[in-house]
């Protein structure tokens, strides 16, 4: 369940930060949490480019509280400036954590090494962390995420990804003729590319079994949908939140002759997600 420290915490109360953008708060992210003391926080910049956890979310991967700071507004500070910044919003601060690729200041001039100096107390780096050889970047996440590939960028989080939206109204057809879809509107979060995917679907904080479509729907009105059938279970005019993790990909979007073809692969659809959730119980 999603914890909103940051309107709890007094800031005074702070002794150690992790300073980053922490889109995605990833494997690489948690290993400079790791580094906090109890007292801990973390220091979330926001470039306008978070887009694998929108601000709203992060909080709910992390035990400390997230305070979020705009990019544009402190950018222009040089070292000095910012470090003073950072001990007038934590008082009793003594200990910052950064990773090895941390820059700040104007047109990005201090690196992490720069806080060395710069700051009068313990400045932890956290190295480069890797997966299978390959670094750990939210970079490469949003590419995974955008290729498909959602094991691999899993791998990189260290959790499913997850996207949330409000419930809207299909075109009916799943109902009548296909099966019984929940319809969904998604802002903020990077979009999986366009196919059939094996899912987790959460309603009021209850998890189910699912299959996802994300993509146009060419073979009849061709508009854009995100579309989740729950496996097993009637989910009838459902009103609220939707949350939606992905586990793996079934296959691409694709134009079918008929109607009938097209059911005929949702049910192959269906069946497939139902035995990938029987052999992994």
Known sequence: MKKNYSTLVNKKEITSIAIGGFDG????????????????????????????????????????????????????????????????????????????DFYFGKNRKYSAQNLL?????????????????????????????????????????????????????GQGLGKTDFVPTINLIVEDFLLPNEGVYITKTILKDEEFNSITFLGHRVTTD?????????????????????????IDKLRENKKFNSFEELKNQINKDIAQAENYFNTNK
């Not at 670094?135 to 490469?140: D, L, Q, V």
């Not at 949908?225 to 939140?241: M, P, Q, S, V, W």
Request: glycine share 8%; proline share 2%; charged share 25%.
């Open 117 to 169: 100096g710069l700051f009068k107390g313990e400045v932890v780096i956290i190295d480069e962390i890797c997966n299978n050889n390959v670094a750990i970047h939210s970079r490469y996440i949003r590419e995974f995420i955008k290729e498909g590939n959602i094991k691999k960028a899993n791998c990189f989080l260290g959790r499913e990804y997850k996207i949330a939206g409000a419930q809207v109204k």
């Open 25 to 100: 708060m990833h494997i690489a992210h948690q290993k400079l949490f790791e580094k906090l003391d109890k007292n801990g926080a973390v220091v979330a910049i926001e470039s306008g480019y978070t887009n694998i956890t929108p601000k709203s979310f992060r909080q709910e991967y992390t035990n400390f509280p997230v305070y979020y700071y705009i990019l544009e507004n402190i950018r222009h500070l040089d070292g000095e400036s910012f470090v003073k910044l950072l001990k007038e919003e934590f008082p009793n601060l003594k200990k910052i954590v950064v990773g090895f």
């Open 222 to 246: 061709g508009s854009y949908a995100i579309e989740t059938h729950i496996l097993n279970k009637n989910i009838e005019d459902f009103k609220g939140k939707v949350e939606i993790k992905f």
